[in-house]
Structure formats: C-alpha cells, structure tokens
C-alpha cells in the first residue's frame, strides 16, 4: 500500500467517518474560550479593584496595556514554535502561565506586582493562544470548511464571555474581584489535560490527509508536501514589510485591536457603570455581544469562503464605527432596547474582520500566513494597547468616556478605506510566497 494509501484509508478503520480534523477543532475552541476568560477579567474587576486598592484607571489600564502589547509580540514567536516544539507543549505551557498571573494577584499590593502578573506572565500565555494559532492550525488540518472553521474559533476567543462574564459579574459584586481572579485561573488549568490527550499536530500523524483535501488521479486524496519550518520571525517580517500589503492590512487591523480589545472589552463596564448601570448588568450586555459574535464570526467564516476579504473588512469597519460613534447617545442607568440593539449589532460585528484578514495573509504570504498574521495580531494588540490607556487616562482627566467611544468610531472608518487599498488576488488560486510581492 502506498503512503497516500496509507493516509487515506487508515484512519477510515480507527475513527468511522469522523475526520479528527473536527476533534482538533473542538479541543481548540475549548482552549480559545478558556484563555477569553482573563479578556473578560479587567473590565469586571477594574472598578472594584480601583475602589478596593484605591489605584487609578491609568494605572489598572497601563497593566492592560503592557498584556496587550506582549500578546501581540508573543503571537509571531509562538506560531514559529508550534512548528519546533509542537502546538501540544506550546498551549499548554501558555495556559500554566495564565493560570499564575490571574490567580497571584489576590496576594499583591504593588502596582508593579499587577503589571508582571497581568502584563507579563498572562501577556505571553495569551500570546501564545493568539489568532496567530488559529491561521497555523486552520492551515495545516483544513482544506475544506478552512474559512468556516476560522469563523468558528475566532468566535471562540470571545465567546468565553458567554461562560465567563455573567458570572464574573456576579462574583466581582459578591465576593470581589479576587475570587473572580481566582476563577479564571482554575478554568486555564482545566483546559491542560484536553490538549495533552486529544490534540495532535498534524493530520499524517493520525495517518489522515488533511480534511478535504482534493483526490489525485487514483481517487485517493492528495496529500500535500511537507511545508518546511517556517523562517525565523524577523525574518518573515523582514520579507513582510516590503510590502504594501502588509501595512495596509496591518494598519487596519490596529484600528480592529483599537475598537475592540482596546476600548470596548477594557472600558466598556466601567463607562457603563458611569451612567449608573451596575457592573453585573453592564457585563451581561457584553454577554449578549458574547453570544452574537459566534453568530457574526461564523458567519463571516462563511462569506469569506464565497465573497472578496476587502469588500468584506470595508463592510465590517463602517458599521463598527458608525455604532461606536452612536455609543455615547446610548448609555442609561438600565438596559435600555437601543442598547440592547448596540450589544447585538457590535458582537455581530466584534470580531468578523479575522477570518477575511486571515484569508488575505494567506492569499498573499503562503506558507509564511501563520507567522505574517501572527505579526498582523501584534500591530492589533499594539493598537488596542493604546487604546486601553489612552482611555484609562483621558476617564481620570475628564471624568468621561465620551471622546474614546467618538475618536475609536472615526478610526474604523479610516480602516474601512485602507481594507480596500490591497491589489486583487484570486482566492481561490495559489498563494504567493511573500517575497513575490516585495517592492
């Protein structure tokens, strides 16, 4: 029997007709949901803990912002060393990392304690679980659903807030926000033994090709070439930014990281909280945008399969902002039907631009897609990095989010046009390393 017949009909007699493809996905979306847990954490207990340590926004958010910033220059290093070291050892040591930097703070009493925790050790285990692990596993195990399945779990590194925020929530107004710490760290350790014994690296080490791959001459499945260990992280960005792909996508994805990990996972329940809404309820709002974003990710998952990326981002970001900017208008003491209307439309919206954003690296960069986007996640994490200060500041210095939810609806609108700056690439047809667009 030959090797492709060998990968093709092996693991037909061990696994039925269920393509372990679908199982590596299941026990990633577990893990993205377990690590959207600690993004749900600081806006849930940034005003307790302002109240309880009588630290300032700026200071709470400069923490934010330094986990925001390691996240993203964590992301290109760690889709290189899933390709050394195996994505089995690389999510779980991220997850042990989470776990200690959410479940120390109950214990510190410096700020400088908050930032390493939060900022570092929770920073580079969040990198390491970053979209930039998304486009690495999509890529080696998809060939079929591959857009779908993007949606999917890129749904799932939000959609920890349909588990975590509602009850974080709570426990942040009844038992504070140390136990809320503690809770998020119990569930990244509960994640570890799900990636030991179910998720494996690649397809052929199942004796699988990867799912949907398309039949050769004899039928069988046609089973891809070994890509070579991608180049060294400097290296592909070096190739990168020759580019003027890469800035423009990159530059718009800042504005995503802006208006999303930026202001409205970190300010959102506090401004919220401004207007007389309590925390627990400002936090179900987000839940509600929880549970949306599965339904808006997803589908832009699907329309990604089908339709142009950059019509598509251009599309997301006029919304996102145009809502952004309405946001100030909205805000009440309770819940309010225009309000609810925002939490559904925003997570429709949240974070639908990964899946195009992903497609396009992979259109234009090849093999080197995990390590471009996984750059492509650090100018997001940057942008969102600001962000999360800028408006941690301008709160303590005039009492009020209004500027933030304003000045973050403007940029989406100016990442609106550069979505659509990208020369046209076939989707469909092979991508190009990424020195073949160097200028």
């Known amino acids: 029997m030959t090797q492709t017949q060998q990968l093709a009909s092996g693991p037909r007699r061990r696994f039925g007709r269920l393509h372990w493809a679908w199982v590596v996905a299941a026990v990633s979306f577990l893990v993205l949901i377990s690590t959207s847990g600690f993004r749900s954490l600081p806006s849930v207990v940034m005003a307790p803990m302002h109240e309880d340590m009588h630290w300032s926004y700026g200071t709470i958010s400069l923490a934010i912002s330094v986990n925001l910033v390691l996240v993203g220059l964590a992301a290109p290093y760690a889709a290189a060393l899933m390709e050394r070291l195996g994505i089995r050892l690389v999510l779980a040591t991220a997850l042990v990392l989470i776990a200690v930097g959410t479940g120390l703070p109950v214990v510190t009493s410096e700020p400088w304690q908050l930032v390493l925790l939060w900022g570092g050790l929770v920073g580079l285990g969040c990198g390491a679980i970053s979209l930039a692990f998304v486009a690495t596993l999509t890529n080696r195990w998809f060939v079929k659903y591959r857009g779908l399945v993007t949606g999917v779990l890129t749904a799932a590194s939000t959609a920890g807030q349909l588990v975590f925020l509602p009850v974080l929530g709570w426990l942040s ?18 994640s570890v033994p799900f990636i030991i014994t179910l998720l494996r690296e690649r397809p052929r080490d199942m004796g699988l090709a990867p799912l949907g791959a398309e039949p050769g001459p004899d039928g069988e499945p046609v089973v891809e070439e ?4 991608p180049r060294g992280a400097f290296r592909v960005l070096r190739d990168a930014v020759r580019t003027r792909v890469f800035w423009l996508l990159a530059g718009s994805f800042a504005i995503c990281g802006v208006t999303t990990s930026g202001v409205m996972q970190t300010h959102f329940i506090p401004a919220a909280e401004d207007h007389g809404m309590t925390g627990t309820t400002a936090a179900g709002l987000l839940a509600v945008a929880g549970v949306f974003d599965i339904a808006g990710t997803t589908v832009s998952g699907w329309l990604t399969d089908r339709y142009d990326s950059r019509f598509l981002l251009a599309t997301y970001y006029t919304l996102r902002g145009l809502s952004l900017i309405l946001l100030p208008l909205l805000f009440a003491a309770t819940p309010t039907p225009s309000m609810i209307a925002f939490a559904v439309f925003y997570g429709l919206d949240w974070i639908a631009t990964v899946p195009p954003t992903i497609r ?8 080197s897609a995990g390590v471009v986007f996984g750059w492509m996640w650090t100018a997001h994490q940057i942008g969102g990095a600001i962000a999360a200060e800028a408006g941690g500041m301008v709160r303590d210095h005039t009492g009020s989010y209004t500027i933030v939810w304003v000045a973050a609806g403007a940029t989406c609108l100016f990442a609106a046009v550069l979505s659509m700056l990208p020369p046209v690439k076939s989707r469909r047809g092979p991508a190009l390393p990424v020195v073949a667009e160097a200028s």
């Open 173 to 190: 107004q009844h038992s504070g926000w140390r136990t809320v710490s503690v809770v998020v760290a119990v569930a990244a350790v509960i």
């Open 226 to 229: 070994e890509e070579p260990a």
């Open 360 to 367: 396009l690296c992979q259109q234009y960069f090849g093999s």
